[in-house]
C-alpha cells in the first residue's frame, strides 16, 4: 500500500524481518563483547600463571639450596657452620617460594569465571526485544 506522500507502509512480514536481522546483528555484537570480556579474564589467569611458575622456580632453587646444606654440613668449618648458613638461605627462598604462590593464588581469585557485563546486557537486550514485541 502507498500513501499520497509516496512513503510505503512496511508489511508485517518486512517489518519480522527487520526485527530479526536486529536481533542478529545485536547477538553477535553481544558474542564479540563476550570474548572481549573473557580476554581480560584470561589475562589475570596468565598472571597467575606466572607467579605460579616464579613460586615454583624458587622452590627448585630451595630444594638446590637443601643440597647445598646437606654437603656443607658433612664438611663444616670453624664460627657457624657452613651447613647452618646454607639452611637459612634454604629457608628464605623457601618464604619467598610461600608469598608468590600466595599472591598468584590470590590473582587466580580475582578471575571471573563468566562474563557478567555480557550476560547483563544480553538480558536487557532481550527484555528490549520482548517489549519491542509486545507494542506491535
Do not use: C, N
Amino acid at each position: 500500500m502507498t500513501y499520497r506522500d509516496g512513503s510505503r507502509r512496511q508489511s508485517i512480514f518486512g517489518l519480522g524481518r527487520e526485527l530479526v536481522g536486529g536481533l542478529i546483528a545485536l547477538a553477535k555484537l553481544e558474542v564479540t563483547h563476550g570474548r572481549q570480556e573473557m580476554g581480560q579474564s584470561l589475562g589475570h589467569v596468565k598472571g597467575a600463571a606466572i607467579l605460579f611458575a616464579l613460586a615454583a622456580g624458587l622452590a627448585f632453587f630451595a630444594l638446590i639450596t637443601l643440597l647445598v646444606f646437606v654437603i656443607l654440613g658433612l664438611s663444616a668449618l670453624t664460627g657457624w657452620p657452613d651447613w647452618l648458613w646454607a639452611l637459612i638461605v634454604f629457608v628464605v627462598l623457601a618464604i619467598g617460594a610461600g608469598l608468590l604462590g600466595y599472591a598468584g593464588f590470590r590473582q587466580a581469585q580475582q578471575v571471573k569465571p563468566k562474563p557478567d557485563e555480557t550476560i547483563a546486557s544480553v538480558k536487557e537486550d532481550i527484555a528490549w526485544a520482548k517489549r519491542l514485541i509486545r507494542r506491535e
